[in-house]
T-cell receptor
Framework: QQQVKQSPQSLIVQKGGISIINCAYE??????FPWYQQFPGKGPALLIA?????SEKKEGRFTISFNKSAKQFSLHIMDSQPGDSATYFC?????????????FGQGTILTVHP | SAVISQKPSRDICQRGTSLTIQCQVD?????MFWYRQQPGQSLTLIAT?????????ESGFVIDKFPISRPNLTFSTLTVSNMSPEDSSIYLC????????????FGPGTRLTVL
């Protein structure tokens, strides 16, 4: 019940295209869903996050779509750039005594070709 | 945002030895965590570092193997004890912002190789 499943494992997109990464969860107690971007040799950096009271959140070229009934959420990267090439992780956490504890998806290696 | 530094950034150690990793934050934070990222894998939470009390470990991780200290609100250490090659991973410190702020930051990680 603690798992977060992420797909695809890898994704190749042409410059200017749309990158879409999907995640699904089982535990309905999760109430916070962040996406992290990680470059080689670096720690993960928070990209964008959403709570289940909204269905979509947009920040620049990055959009999270959230489907509470399906227990799924996705990251859309519009106008993908070579500089977006990195590993992306979705995650989930809950409040209460588990506040701040993140359960991560398996990661997606994104390659954007120029 | 919180700025997190970790020392060392990387190390190569011999089997059976121990390594202590330091995590320093530039501001006082309530919640500090330690994660492990095995080669090419995702991140797994090891434990919550509690200030002034024993750390809270996740399933599969024990204090004897991963002792943690947190003497104040800006500093924590993780020790990887009696290392084996299976401990070769990136170890990451993270901090959570105040409840409700929905922010969590990660340090740059410590890349550990055990021979």
């Amino acid at each position: 019940q603690q798992q977060v499943k992420q797909s695809p494992q890898s994704l190749i997109v042409q410059k200017g295209g749309i990158s879409i990464i999907n995640c699904a969860y089982e535990n309905t107690a999760f109430d916070y869903f962040p996406w992290y971007q990680q470059f080689p040799g670096k720690g993960p950096a928070l990209l964008i996050a959403i709570r289940p009271d909204v269905s979509e959140k947009k920040e620049g070229r990055f959009t999270i779509s959230f489907n509470k009934s399906a227990k799924q959420f996705s990251l859309h990267i519009m106008d993908s750039q070579p500089g977006d090439s990195a590993t992306y992780f979705c995650a989930a956490s809950m409040g209460g005594t588990s506040y701040g504890k993140l359960t991560f998806g398996q990661g997606t290696i994104l390659t954007v070709h120029p | 945002s919180a700025v997190i530094s970790q020392k060392p950034s990387r190390d190569i150690c011999q089997r059976g030895t121990s390594l202590t990793i330091q995590c320093q934050v530039d501001s006082q934070v309530t919640m500090m965590f330690w994660y492990r990222q095995q080669p090419g894998q995702s991140l797994t939470l090891i434990a919550t570092a509690n200030q002034g009390s024993e750390a809270t470990y996740e399933s599969g991780f024990v204090i004897d193997k991963f002792p943690i200290s947190r003497p104040n609100l800006t500093f924590s250490t993780l020790t990887v004890s009696n290392m084996s090659p299976e401990d070769s991973s990136i170890y990451l410190c993270s901090v959570a912002g105040k409840r409700g702020t929905d922010t969590q930051y990660f340090g740059p990680g410590t890349r550990l190789t055990v021979l």
